[in-house]
């Protein structure tokens, strides 16, 4: 099962991924782990991207398509993968589509969160709340002003992702507001298509 997840920010992404990987015995690739690999591996990719990184510059689509291609080469993605927060651009997706042709791999499903933005960043505060009540460490942009800047930088830059896996029928969505077990639920049966 080769899986892409989209979805803004807070819309249950890493949850159901988690369940996800459990299910179907793949790993859910994050491209900032992924990066870091390969720059602490000192792989070709890695090492253009540690220059990029260290000049204070943004990694290209290249380098980080690179980086994806050499992970899903590697065993424990011989079942699949799930990508969340990759690809971020209309450029990016069709990078990795590219870069899938081209390993004779394509993808099984693209599957959108779709939620409402004033109930996320209620689930945000919510999220916050638990996390201090258990004694747990906040994450420094999980305040409204933040998570609103990340909204709207999705919005912009993310959300054409949706659009344009739709415009060569590959989107499926679900209702990323429901609770999560009945979000499980319609994963499921929509992969199961």
Excluded: W
């Excluded at 602490?40 to 943004?58: N, R, W």
């Amino acid at each position: 099962m080769r899986l892409i997840l989209l979805g803004p920010p807070g819309a249950g992404k890493g949850t159901q991924s988690a369940r996800l990987e459990k299910k179907f015995g793949i790993p859910q690739l994050s491209t900032g782990d992924m990066l870091r690999a390969a720059v602490k591996a000192g792989t070709p990719v890695g090492l253009k991207a540690k220059a990029v990184m260290e000049s204070g510059g943004l990694v290209s689509d290249e380098i980080v398509v690179g980086i994806i291609a050499d992970r899903i080469g590697e065993a424990d993605c011989a079942k699949g993968f799930i990508l969340d927060g990759f690809p971020r651009t209309v450029a990016q997706a069709k990078a990795l589509d590219a870069m899938l042709k081209q390993k004779g791999m394509k993808l099984d499903a693209v599957v959108e969160l779709v939620v409402d933005e004033k109930a996320l960043v209620a689930r945000m505060e919510n999220r916050v709340k638990e996390t201090l009540a258990a004694g747990g460490a906040v994450r420094a942009d999980d305040n409204p002003e933040a998570f609103a800047k990340r909204l709207t930088q999705y919005r912009e830059q993310t959300a054409p992702v949706s659009d344009y896996y739709k415009s060569v029928g590959e989107l499926r969505t679900v209702d990323g507001m429901a609770a999560i077990d009945d979000v499980t639920a319609q994963l499921d049966k929509v992969l199961a298509k």
